[in-house]
């Protein structure tokens, strides 16, 4: 935990099953935020791994054919990223057959609310070439987690987009290494803080 600073990590699961391209165990397992401490670590890494055998996650698995003699866990500890806005990119839009586009959904704070469906997120069509922005929808994103937890989102900022041009830009140049380094198109989490675009995670895309 000192190895890391001391400060607010992302407790997630990484199991041997998750995110092959047919299937998607995004939610199956329990991923606990803004954990602070070693006492409450321990706690989280423990709460974690255990989630892999809750009835939901036993039944996904059934449903996938998943054989549960191959399933195994690890529990990773990342540093938070202190995002001021998250989310996910596809690096190819599902909607696009020509693959000529990229879709961003992001909304205030940690992309945790996005991934989970508790916000509509914006939504951005990004030229998969360039990455100019081809169009835009404003979601409704009323509340935000940070690492402290949850907190209502203010009218004006819910009115706001969460991403201006340029981050969305550097955002598709993201996608477009992550895509050359894997050779598909992926579904990648990323948050924005600082300044600064975080890769967070990469996954084939599924239906």
């Not at 890494?45 to 191959?70: I, P």
């Not at 990773?76 to 020509?98: H, I, M, N, S, W």
């Amino acid at each position: 935990y000192d190895s890391i600073g001391g400060g607010p990590v992302a407790v997630r699961s990484s199991a041997t099953a998750e995110d092959a391209a047919d299937t998607s165990f995004a939610g199956q397992q329990e991923t606990i935020l803004g954990v602070r401490g070693e006492e409450a670590l321990v706690d989280a890494v423990e709460r974690c791994w255990r989630s892999l055998f809750t009835e939901r996650a036993v039944a996904y698995r059934e449903r996938q054919n998943v054989d549960a003699e191959q399933v195994a866990m690890a529990v990773v500890v990342q540093q938070l990223v202190p995002a001021e806005a998250a989310g996910v990119l596809f690096t190819r839009d599902p909607r696009d057959p020509d693959g000529k586009r990229m879709l961003a959904e992001a909304s205030w704070g940690l992309g945790e609310v996005v991934v989970s469906g508790r916000v509509q997120p914006d939504r951005y069509t990004l030229d998969h070439t360039t990455g100019a922005v081809l169009g835009r929808e404003l979601g409704s994103k009323a509340v935000r987690v940070t690492a402290a937890g949850e907190e209502h989102v203010p009218p004006d900022e819910q009115r706001r987009f969460c991403l201006e041009d340029e981050a969305l830009g550097r955002l598709a140049e993201l996608g477009r290494r992550v895509e050359a380094f894997y050779g598909d198109a992926r579904d990648v989490e990323w948050a924005y803080a600082g300044g600064q675009l975080h890769l967070l995670q990469s996954r084939p895309p599924t239906v």
